[in-house]
């Protein structure tokens, strides 16, 4: 288990062990059933459940091919506020028609009964192979381990079920004072792959025992997954699963807090801080990526033109590839920003790598080419790009391109054989 570097916020905080376990009044737990593989012990379904009603809110692929495990707990939160999240690897339920919806269904009928819940109640997430039936004779007789297993201390089990091509678990949890209450929040995600912003391709569970309403929470919500998942991009490819859900339980025994408030703006600032860290740690464990890339635009007319050559930039094929050359090839970040349908002027634009000149005005700066090249050797580095025609600014995060990247994703066909042996194509 790899932990997230801690960074600062505007208002202390301590760094904690336990991920969506941390956070008082929730238990979890995880088990192997073998979904991708039934000769595989890697733990494969995760559960996580409140103690006490919780306030909850959700963020999903905005991609029109929607998988069953999203349209239901779309469903469910339209008809209130989740109390526990049910969640696999291995296989996606996706493009699955109507029996993938009741197989998603299934999967939150049989933890809501034990816990005393009901369907509406529990959000359900997939992770996998897309146009496979989810493999339930191997799901359905591990419910009665995944429910028996539930305590405080197995939030890193759930971080560890729900990833795929992913090269390790990815969670964070912190401690921080809301008034005169310490209150806890926790998160997992899981992606590596088909990463592209509205949203990115990834799982995202995050639990508080902050006590906010459902609708300051939902708001909160949307914004900060607008201010880091939808930031961020490895090869521009949008999954039909994408799922982020937050609960919220007051455990931490503070009174609620009030919209637009003191402690509803510090909440809101941690929450962003975490998702953030969780999107950049996404990115750092792309699939076969060797750089992490920083693009900072400014200088926009409006926010919509720094987004538009932000994100022209971070999916662009040639930079991406310049990036895994160590290539400081600026002509190809100019080419996007001016195919970006962004309102520039070539003559204003100016591109910075690592605060050193590639670019101004539209020309070839004096930068020495060494220089430049030490920069995108580095597997961190950050590129501005000034439009020099507004106030407005933008920032995503990106990776690079590499062979490796191809190779690994030219075939998940094999898959398919172990399906063909369950009956299921």
């Known amino acids: 288990m790899r932990f997230l570097p801690a960074r600062t916020m505007d208002f202390p905080f301590t760094r904690l062990k336990g991920g969506v376990g941390a956070p008082a009044g929730f238990l979890t737990s995880a088990v192997s059933c073998g979904i991708k593989n039934p ?8 559960l996580i459940y409140s103690e006490q009603p919780c306030s ?48 998603a269904n299934a999967m939150c009928d049989a933890v809501a009964k034990p816990l005393g819940l009901k369907r509406g109640q529990v959000g359900v997430a997939s992770t996998g192979v897309i146009g496979l039936p989810m493999p339930m004779m191997r799901v359905t007789p591990n419910y009665p381990a995944l429910l028996a297993g539930l305590g405080p201390k197995n939030g890193p089990d759930v971080a560890a079920a729900i990833i795929t091509s992913d090269t390790h678990a990815k969670e964070i949890a912190i401690s921080f004072d809301l008034g005169e209450h310490r209150v806890r929040m926790g998160g997992c995600v899981k992606g590596a792959g088909m990463i592209s912003p ?5 799982l995202c569970f995050i639990t508080t025992d902050a006590n906010i309403p459902s609708d300051v929470l939902r708001k909160s919500v949307l914004e900060c997954v607008e201010d880091s998942f939808n930031r961020i991009t490895i090869d521009g490819d949008m999954s039909t699963n994408d799922t982020v859900l937050v609960l919220a339980n007051g455990a931490s025994g503070m009174p609620p807090i009030r919209r637009n408030g003191k402690r509803c703006r510090q909440l809101r600032q941690a929450l962003r801080w975490l998702m953030l860290e969780l999107a950049k740690a996404v990115v750092r464990d792309g699939e076969r990526v060797t750089k992490f890339v920083t693009v900072r635009v400014q200088g926009a007319r409006t926010y919509l033109d720094a987004k538009k050559v932000a994100e022209a930039v971070c999916k662009s094929a040639l930079v991406k590839a310049s990036w895994n050359g160590g290539d400081p090839n600026w002509g190809r970040i100019i080419h996007a920003v001016g195919y970006s349908q962004a309102r520039i002027r070539e003559e204003l634009v100016d591109i910075h790598l690592g605060g050193k000149a590639a670019c101004l ?38 990776s690079d391109l590499s062979p490796e990247y191809i190779d690994f994703n030219r075939s998940e066909y094999a898959y398919w054989k172990q399906a063909r042996l369950d009956g299921l194509v």
């Not at 595989?40 to 379904?45: E, F, V």
């Not at 998988?67 to 506020?81: E, F, H, M």
Request: glycine share 8%; with cysteine.
């Open 39 to 46: 000769a595989a012990a890697r733990l494969d379904l995760a």
């Open 56 to 103: 909850s809110a959700g963020a999903f692929t905005t991609n029109r091919v929607k998988a069953a495990p999203v349209r239901v707990s779309q469903a469910n939160l339209r008809k209130g506020d989740l109390r526990a999240i049910i969640a696999n690897s291995g296989n996606a339920n996706a493009c699955t028609g109507v029996h993938g919806i009741h197989d």
């Open 198 to 202: 509205s949203m990115a391709t990834m």
């Open 361 to 398: 005005g539209g020309l070839q700066a004096e930068t020495p080419l060494e220089e430049l090249r030490a920069i995108v050797a580095a597997p961190e580095f950050e590129i501005l790009i000034n439009l020099n025609q507004g106030e407005a600014d933008y920032t995503m995060y990106s």
